[in-house]
């Protein structure tokens, strides 16, 4: 890896960077998003992420060069920033002086004539706007054996800073899939064999603990942090399904609901048995 110094931040390269941090826009046009910090760099890394560039500052170079190492096997190039720089392309106030440039992996759509869908349960978020919940969902899909998600209607960028932050990674490992029209991907889940089943927070559903979830393939469909799943998406789907709350609580947020579910679904599969 080449290394260059850079120590201006109108140095252009610092601006591209500075603009894939902060805007979606950007990162859906150039097809590339920052990641930042020497563990998850690294972790894009070991995934097979493509990196086209990797940002560090000397005090990261001392404290992580173990993490550049790796990093520096895959990046064609290499940039020694002054903390000036950094902080100007950094999302957090306690920023470690790592960076790295990335392309996009590939997301396809919802049907299996672009690419096939794997023949295991899997999740629907529908128009989750918190980068840190959509995070956090994707992170415990992995760690619970979950393969597949797909982002239904408006949901927010799974590549922005917070989300990946939240996802510890996931998101480079996971295949995500965009779905833009609910009623088609409905239709193609239900044509390969998926049960779909819309979480809601109505105790007249039924309960998710009750339901014979290891007889089929599963898709559970989560919806938006303050208004749930759209009206159509719940009628598309076969079954609605609740959480019991005894308590006095009249719902979750979508993160909480989302690792109860996913749990409840790889467990009687048998996925979540192994333990922590």
Request: charge should be positive.
């Amino acid at each position: 890896m080449e290394i260059l110094h850079i120590t201006s931040r109108r140095d252009p390269r610092v601006k591209s960077a500075a603009a894939l941090r902060d805007s979606p826009v950007q990162r859906r046009k150039d097809g590339l998003f920052l990641c930042e910090g020497a563990r998850l760099c690294e972790d894009a890394a070991r995934s097979g992420v493509k990196i086209r560039a990797c940002f560090f500052t000397r005090k990261a170079q001392e404290k992580y060069g173990r993490y550049l190492e790796e990093i520096g096997r895959v990046s064609p190039e290499g940039y020694l920033v002054e903390e000036p720089v950094a902080k100007l392309i950094s999302s957090t106030k306690n920023y470690q002086g790592v960076f790295c440039l990335c392309e996009s992996p590939q997301m396809p759509g919802s049907s299996s004539e672009e690419r096939p869908l794997r023949k295991s349960s899997c999740v629907v978020l529908e128009n989750l706007q918190d980068p840190g919940n959509l995070g956090g969902v994707l992170r415990t899909a992995e760690a619970l054996g979950v393969e597949q998600i797909f982002l239904l209607g408006d949901c927010c960028d799974p590549f922005s800073p917070k989300a990946l932050r939240s996802s510890m990674g996931a998101a480079f490992r996971l295949e995500l899939r965009r779905a833009e029209d609910a009623g088609a991907l409905c239709k193609g889940l239900k044509k390969e064999g998926f049960a779909l089943l819309a979480a809601v927070p109505d105790h007249t559903a039924k309960k998710i603990t009750e339901l014979p979830l290891s007889a089929r393939l599963c898709a559970v469909f989560i919806g938006n942090e303050g208004n749930g799943l759209e009206k159509e998406t719940i009628s598309l789907c076969g079954e609605r399904v609740t959480i019991p709350m005894p308590g006095r609580a009249e719902s979750l947020n979508a993160l909480a609901a989302a690792t109860i579910l996913i749990w409840e679904m790889q467990r009687k599969e048998g996925k979540a048995d192994e333990g922590f």
